[in-house]
């Protein structure tokens, strides 16, 4: 049995929360790759392979966004946000200018990632907080979740 079949019938946050920060894998959190908790991605980073759909769920009560830095996403990829914004600063206006792209408590936002490399995120009212992440696409990355 795979660990995202077992977390889904245990349903534990602590056994949830003991796998989340595993790197090489995916969140592997039931429903979902990647929760938002008040201030953090849990699990910050993860590791998929090319054509992998990550399904962020917002499992606080707070609002939150999941918007790529557009300057770092690797060569060949485009800008990528909840609300599906075309570029970084379109997302920061559009959440300053009524919270455009906000992803509500356990509503879910999800993007599929083709090109290899690290793809570095963040949540537009807490970045300064240390809400940010990455997704690292790589070959090398397990199939098992």
């Keep these: 049995m795979n660990r995202r079949a077992f977390l889904g019938r245990v349903g534990g946050v602590t056994v949830a929360a003991g796998l989340a920060g595993c790197r090489g894998t995916r969140g ?4 979902h790759d990647v929760g938002m908790t008040a201030r953090k991605f849990t699990p910050a980073t993860i590791e998929v392979p ?16 999941v918007t790529a830095y557009e300057e770092s996403v690797p060569e060949g990829t485009n800008f990528w946000s909840s609300g599906e914004f075309e570029s970084q600063s379109a997302a920061e206006d559009g959440w300053l200018d009524g919270n455009g792209g906000a992803i509500y408590q356990d509503e879910t936002y999800e993007h599929t990632f083709e090109t290899p490399g690290t793809h570095n995120y963040f949540c537009i009212p807490h970045e300064a907080g240390g809400m940010v992440g990455a997704v690292i696409v790589t070959e090398e990355a397990s199939t098992d979740a």
């Design 28 to 31: 592997d959190t039931g429903d």
């Design 50 to 65: 090319p054509g992998t759909t990550v399904v962020w769920k917002n499992t606080s009560t707070h609002a939150h966004t």
